[in-house]
């Protein structure tokens, strides 16, 4: 059994030689996506079960990226997502990371409150798809000397499944509104493509509007960049990028200009303020006047007629996810092989250590402030009271013993 033993970066002290290695994952093990939507393509399966594309003739066997690239480790997982709307009822579509507190229908434009909670259990579920999916069933980056495959309820996709989907149901309640919990998530793991169906090339940098993803297209053309919220990583710490509309930040949103009851709303340009006509189902418009080229925001789709249309998204997260590390801590975990009985036994208790701060995470405040112990000490009313108390009471029992005897002496 092979060991790739890495030093841990993150610490400024020197990791000791007899310590036990930080890093017991595998590489990463290569990826078969469709060529047309850049989802998980299934080994049992002709066709894609997200696009419908043919998959003997339409698939990327994908390597996974060398060492030093800042997504070497990363899972992408191409989204579609939805919320059930408390007016119309409809399911309406949710293209990117709704962290605001509020979402609009696609179908009636009614802008309504949004627990952006919710994405909590999406995204760790998420994170457990682009960790644990097949065809191999230990997962994209298996642990060298534990086995889970036995209990890898994720195992079927990449055999038989393209996709995984969790839902989520009942209300909660801030303050005086309460808000329907009603996100449902459709989660595959893959790789974003070009409009031509080739894979895009990937760039991750650290800024201060969050981590930038930096995508281009075949030969570097059609460059896009898209940041992640700040606030994202409280809902999802293993989340390092995303690939939305409503994310890209190398254009600026249109001038949406509201008109009176029963007229269309206009559309201008961000620079010039001159009109624009998006074409059915665009994201992006060109100004014809500037040349500038402004996106269009989701909620600014339903102002001019636009159809709801349910798109895929990408999310990309690093490290084990939750799922796996309770996994591993599970009794179901293979012991080690006869030429691992000297990996040290805190390994298991270490791993079960992670799990559980794994799911403490998910349900603890960011920051946690520790209330100082008071030690007892002495207190000068405490002392008075204590005092006084009997006092009085030995008084008042000798003057009414005092009375009664002088009273029986007259």
């Known amino acids: 059994m092979s060991t790739r033993v890495t030093t841990a970066a993150c610490s400024s002290y020197p990791r000791p030689v007899d310590a036990p290695p930080t890093d017991l994952r595998a590489p990463a093990s290569p990826l078969r996506v469709c060529g047309g939507c850049g989802s998980l393509a299934p080994t049992q399966r002709r066709e894609c079960q997200v ?3 043919p998959l003997d003739h339409r698939a990327h066997e994908l390597a996974p990226a060398e060492g030093g690239d800042a997504l070497a480790d990363v899972f992408w997982v191409a989204v579609r997502s939805e919320f059930q709307c408390r007016v119309c009822g409809k399911l309406s579509p949710i293209n990117h990371l709704e962290l605001d507190g509020e979402a609009t229908c696609l179908h009636c434009a009614t802008n309504q ?15 457990a798809v682009g960790d644990l999916a097949g065809p191999d069933p230990e997962g994209r980056r298996a642990h060298t000397l534990l086995s889970i495959g036995a209990s890898n309820p994720l195992r079927e996709l990449g055999v038989s499944k393209t996709f995984s989907e969790h839902s989520q149901g009942g209300v909660s309640v801030a303050g005086a509104v309460t808000v329907t919990r009603s996100l449902r998530v459709r989660v595959s793991p893959g790789h974003p493509l070009d409009e031509n169906g080739r894979p895009l090339t990937l760039e991750r940098r650290p800024d201060p509007r969050g981590d930038v993803i930096i995508t281009r297209g075949w030969g570097g053309r059609d460059q896009a960049e898209y940041a992640l919220p700040p606030e994202a990583r409280e809902h999802a710490p293993g989340l390092r990028g995303v690939i939305a509309g409503d994310h890209r930040v190398d254009r600026l949103p249109v001038r ?23 074409p059915e189902g665009a994201r992006l418009v060109t100004c014809n006047y500037c040349s500038t080229t402004a996106r269009i925001p989701e909620r600014a789709l339903t102002q001019f007629g636009q159809r709801p249309r349910l798109e895929l998204w990408w999310l990309a997260f690093a490290g084990p996810s939750s799922l796996r590390l309770r996994l591993e801590a599970g009794e179901s975990a293979r012991e080690p092989d006869a030429d691992d009985r000297d990996t040290p036994r805190a390994l298991k208790e270490a791993l079960k250590e992670a799990a559980r701060a794994a799911s403490s995470r998910r349900e603890d405040p960011p920051h946690v402030v520790e209330q100082a112990q008071l030690v007892p000490g002495f207190d000068p009313r ?6 006084a108390v009997p006092l009085a009471a030995f008084l008042v029992v000798g003057w009414l013993w005092f009375g009664a005897h002088i009273t029986s002496w007259l």
């Open 51 to 53: 696009c419908d594309a």
């Open 256 to 278: 949406v200009q509201l008109a009176g009851e029963g007229g269309a709303a206009a559309v201008r340009c961000p620079s010039c303020g001159a009109p624009l006509a998006p």
């Open 382 to 387: 405490r002392f008075a009271v204590g005092l």
């Open 113 to 127: 409150a949004f627990d952006a909670g919710q994405w909590r259990e999406a995204l760790a579920h998420a994170h």
